[in-house]
């Protein structure tokens, strides 16, 4: 598109052009000027409809071969769409371009706010689909968003280790490996739990195994395995559950939770596996 002159452009000329013979774009542009210049009259003469910005910047397109050139003319207008139509049909009356006889044809005169319509229709489309997408979030994700809230205020404090609301009162304890797997129990339901808080067993925990029927339940990795191994020299166990292979209890379903609990085996089983 030819570059404007101002931003109130309406419409843009689009004329295709042919010469027997080489000519330039100076060629184009004083053959314009000056073969059109009185046809209309003073009022849509084309220097001064371009002196008073209501004909932006005249391009040309020209490209030559045997002999010959070809091109367009393109010329953008913020006149009404008639005295745009007459600009454009007084074009191809220009018989000469430069020292070559020349034919002019209009291939269109295009409505720029079309496109400008065009553009503002996506535009609003991709805005109202992000309102969606991004601002108006759904009742699934409100819903969570609630659970988490829940279940975050459930999580207490013992000693500094992270722990649901029947930590303490219940008579059986089950012992996760950190904050994360506590979060994780609360949100299918199971309070009774404990975090360790790391590889080093605290001798919070060990206090509790004595007090409580206690169930260690690890991740399905080496780590989770070397835990257990620690807490038979150190802790009361009464229960080992974990987690399926690779995978860690943070991550679990209700089902594979439920499914790893129902699976546990005694200590003592669990020494004569091992």
Known sequence: MAKLAQSTIKYLIEADFSCEGIIEKPDVIGAIFGQTEGLLGHDLDLRELQRTGRIGRIDVEITSE?????GKILIPSSLDSSE?????ASLETIERIGPCNSN????TVKDVRLDKRDYVLKRAKDILQNLFLEELPSTSNLTEEIRETVRTTQIQDYEGLSCGPDALTSDEIIL???RADVLNLLKNGIKNIIAIGG???PETIIDLCKEKITTLFVDGD???DLIVKEFLQLGDLDYVASAPSG???EELSKKEIFKSLRERVSIEQYKSEH
């Open 84 to 88: 745009t139509s007459l600009i454009a």
């Open 104 to 107: 002019v044809i209009i291939n």
């Open 199 to 201: 590889a080093t067993i």
């Open 222 to 224: 080496r780590g989770g």
């Open 176 to 178: 996760l490996e950190g």
């Open 247 to 249: 995978k860690e209890v």
């Open 66 to 70: 045997n002999g010959k050139s070809q």
